[in-house]
Structures are given as structure tokens and as C-alpha cells.
């Protein structure tokens, strides 16, 4: 159908069977990040020092160790230099707070990311009200979810940053489109529905409240799962030709699977992002040019 690429619209309610198309996240992301590391090489060769990274870990789940790395190698990767702050899972926050308040004042670390989620005992929202909002790359600080609900400039949370430009990459026109987003947390559901709006899409948040969720999200084009349950979303929840973002990852003893039972979508969506392979390598490509973004704001000064 011309216009509709991703056979979502009309085509998708004709057609029960069409073949799903798969976005790439991992290739679209090495693309970005091919792309960031060309930008540093130019422009840093005139200046003294790189952009920095400054990741803080707490306590020992081996997911979050996964993540860290994974974010180190990528900034370094790309030209940046990265340091890693491991605490003791017995820390308090004053001691987590003391360790960001230290870090915005170095100069040669641009951006500061506390990896999510910290353990019970620390209180999250002192810790993030903590970093300076210059450095904020994961966006999560007052002033950065503020400056995004005004749709003003400042550092957006990766993970929806990232979809927003895999999305764009495949040349999904979300105006006027119908999108539904599972989830409302302030990392991923509530900033790409804003995200999504701003966009010019019609969003329905959808979460654990919502009464028939299943029938909502089956009137979107779009749907954004980020619910944090495994296989949740299955061929009931969608649409035939609709679009699925999956953001979800669970390791599970048989595997890695998202929030969405991809088995279900195949032949049957018009397009799914896969996991492993989709959102996640966006979100770190995002928080590359988080940081880029950071390093630009504080050297011009
Ligand atoms: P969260 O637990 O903070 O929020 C989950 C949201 O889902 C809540 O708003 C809740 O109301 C809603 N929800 C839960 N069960 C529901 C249900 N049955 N029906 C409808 N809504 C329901 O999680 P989060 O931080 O937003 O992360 C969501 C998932 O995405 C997790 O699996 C997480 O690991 C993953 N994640 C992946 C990436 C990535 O880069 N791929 C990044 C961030 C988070």
C-alpha cells in the first residue's frame, strides 16, 4: 500500500497472514554509534579532553552487571572515556549521594549514570535529584523530564530516545497514528507517550489498572510494551499489521524473551523489534549521543 510501508492502516485489518517485518536495533545502533565515533574523532582533535562517562553500580545483580559493561565498552568504543564506580550493596544513599555530588564537579566527566534498579534500602529519587542535570544522561532528573513534558531542549531517557529513532530509521510516520503504550514508568512508558504525542501521535497508556487492556491496545497501530512481564503481550493484544515495540528483556532458565510472546507475532504483526537485538542496543546508542549532547553543553561553556 503506497504511503504505508510498514503495512499497518488498512492493509493490516484485510490481511491476517503478511510477513513481519523485523527492526533491526543492533544494525541502526552500529550505524549511530559509526557515526558519533566520526563526530568525536573531528571535533575532540581540538580539545584537550574526551567526553567522560561516570557509571555507578550498587550492589551485585548480575544483570545490571551485564548492562555496565556493556555501556563501558560501547562509550569507549565511540572515543569517550568511561569510569565505573562499584558500591557495596551495604552503602547508604548519603554515600551514593556524596559519590554523584563529587562526580559533578569533575570536569572531565560529562555524563553520570546510576544504574537502575538500586536496591531497596536506597532512596532512588535523592540519588537522581543529586545529578546535576548537565550531566543527567539517562534523563531522569526533574529539570530533564520537566524540559521533555514541555517539549523543551534538554537530556531525554534513552530507552525512549532510542525507539524513537529506530522508528525513524524505518520511516514509520507516527502523525495521526493510534499508539498504545503498556507501562508508565518514568524511564520508559511515561516519556515515550510524551515522546509519542509530540510526535503527533494519539496515545493510550495502558497499565496494571487499566480495565480491558487487551481490547484497548488492539485499536493502536502502534504498541509500545513496557511492562516488565515476560511473553505478557500475546496476538490478542494487537492488531493484525499494528507495529510492536518490545522493550521488555527477562532471562529466564530457557532463554532471553521480552515483554511480547514473539512467537505469536511472527506472520502476524506488521513489524516487531526483537529482543535480544531491538530496543536494547538503541538504548545504549542513545545514551552515547546522551552523552555527546552533555559534553557539548559543558565544554561550550
Ligand atoms: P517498571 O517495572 O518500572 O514499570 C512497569 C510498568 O508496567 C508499570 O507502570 C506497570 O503499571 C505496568 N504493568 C505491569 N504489569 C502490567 C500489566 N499486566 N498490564 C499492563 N501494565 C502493566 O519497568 P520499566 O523500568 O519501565 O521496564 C519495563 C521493562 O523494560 C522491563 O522488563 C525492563 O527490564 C525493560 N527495560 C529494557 C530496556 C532496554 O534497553 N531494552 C531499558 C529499560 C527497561
Same mark, same amino acid.
Given at each position: 500500500m503506497p504511503g504505508d510501508p510498514m503495512g499497518f492502516g488498512e492493509s493490516g485489518q484485510r490481511k491476517q497472514i503478511m510477513e513481519t517485518r523485523y527492526f533491526d536495533g543492533r544494525a541502526v545502533a552500529t550505524q549511530m554509534r559509526e557515526q558519533l565515533a566520526t563526530t568525536i574523532r573531528q571535533q575532540v582533535l581540538q580539545r584537550t579532553t574526551p567526553p567522560g562517562l561516570a557509571v555507578i553500580l550498587v550492589g551485585d545483580d548480575p544483570a545490571s552487571d551485564i548492562y555496565v559493561r556493556q555501556k563501558r565498552k560501547a562509550a569507549e568504543a565511540v572515543g569517550m572515556q568511561s569510569w565505573e564506580y562499584r558500591l557495596n550493596a551495604s552503602v547508604t544513599t548519603d554515600e551514593v549521594v556524596d559519590l554523584v555530588k563529587t562526580l559533578n564537579h /569533575?570536569? +572531565? !566527566? @560529562?555524563g553520570i549514570l546510576v544504574q537502575l534498579p538500586l536496591p531497596n534500602h536506597i532512596g532512588r529519587e535523592p540519588v537522581i535529584e543529586a545529578i546535576d542535570p548537565l550531566k543527567d544522561v539517562d534523563g531522569l532528573t526533574r529539570v530533564n523530564q520537566g524540559a521533555l513534558m514541555k517539549n523543551q531542549p534538554g537530556l531525554r531517557p534513552c530507552t525512549p530516545s532510542g525507539i524513537i529513532a529506530l522508528l525513524k530509521h524505518y520511516g !514509520? +510516520?507516527?502523525? &495521526?497514528r493510534r499508539a498504545a503504550v503498556i507501562g508508565r514508568s518514568t524511564l520508559v512508558g511515561l516519556p515515550i507517550s510524551l515522546m509519542l504525542m509530540q510526535q503527533q501521535a494519539t496515545v493510550t497508556m495502558i497499565h496494571? @489498572?487499566? /480495565? +480491558?487492556p487487551k481490547e484497548l491496545c488492539r485499536t493502536a497501530d502502534l504498541v509500545i510494551v513496557a511492562a516488565g512481564r515476560p511473553r505478557l503481550v500475546t496476538r490478542e493484544w494487537i492488531r493484525p499489521g499494528a507495529i510492536v515495540v518490545d522493550v521488555g528483556i527477562h532471562r529466564l532458565p530457557e532463554g532471553l524473551c521480552g515483554d511480547v510472546a514473539a512467537d505469536e507475532m511472527d &506472520?502476524?504483526? &506488521?513489524a516487531l523489534t526483537p529482543v535480544p537485538g531491538g530496543v536494547g542496543p538503541m538504548t545504549i546508542a542513545a545514551l552515547l549521543q546522551n552523552t555527546w549532547q552533555a559534553y557539548a553543553s559543558q565544554v561550550a561553556q
Amino acid at each position: 500500500m503506497p504511503g504505508d510501508p510498514m503495512g499497518f492502516g488498512e492493509s493490516g485489518q484485510r490481511k491476517q497472514i503478511m510477513e513481519t517485518r523485523y527492526f533491526d536495533g543492533r544494525a541502526v545502533a552500529t550505524q549511530m554509534r559509526e557515526q558519533l565515533a566520526t563526530t568525536i574523532r573531528q571535533q575532540v582533535l581540538q580539545r584537550t579532553t574526551p567526553p567522560g562517562l561516570a557509571v555507578i553500580l550498587v550492589g551485585d545483580d548480575p544483570a545490571s552487571d551485564i548492562y555496565v559493561r556493556q555501556k563501558r565498552k560501547a562509550a569507549e568504543a565511540v572515543g569517550m572515556q568511561s569510569w565505573e564506580y562499584r558500591l557495596n550493596a551495604s552503602v547508604t544513599t548519603d554515600e551514593v549521594v556524596d559519590l554523584v555530588k563529587t562526580l559533578n564537579h /569533575q570536569p +572531565n !566527566v @560529562h555524563g553520570i549514570l546510576v544504574q537502575l534498579p538500586l536496591p531497596n534500602h536506597i532512596g532512588r529519587e535523592p540519588v537522581i535529584e543529586a545529578i546535576d542535570p548537565l550531566k543527567d544522561v539517562d534523563g531522569l532528573t526533574r529539570v530533564n523530564q520537566g524540559a521533555l513534558m514541555k517539549n523543551q531542549p534538554g537530556l531525554r531517557p534513552c530507552t525512549p530516545s532510542g525507539i524513537i529513532a529506530l522508528l525513524k530509521h524505518y520511516g !514509520v +510516520n507516527l502523525e &495521526g497514528r493510534r499508539a498504545a503504550v503498556i507501562g508508565r514508568s518514568t524511564l520508559v512508558g511515561l516519556p515515550i507517550s510524551l515522546m509519542l504525542m509530540q510526535q503527533q501521535a494519539t496515545v493510550t497508556m495502558i497499565h496494571s @489498572h487499566t /480495565q +480491558n487492556p487487551k481490547e484497548l491496545c488492539r485499536t493502536a497501530d502502534l504498541v509500545i510494551v513496557a511492562a516488565g512481564r515476560p511473553r505478557l503481550v500475546t496476538r490478542e493484544w494487537i492488531r493484525p499489521g499494528a507495529i510492536v515495540v518490545d522493550v521488555g528483556i527477562h532471562r529466564l532458565p530457557e532463554g532471553l524473551c521480552g515483554d511480547v510472546a514473539a512467537d505469536e507475532m511472527d &506472520g502476524y504483526a &506488521g513489524a516487531l523489534t526483537p529482543v535480544p537485538g531491538g530496543v536494547g542496543p538503541m538504548t545504549i546508542a542513545a545514551l552515547l549521543q546522551n552523552t555527546w549532547q552533555a559534553y557539548a553543553s559543558q565544554v561550550a561553556q
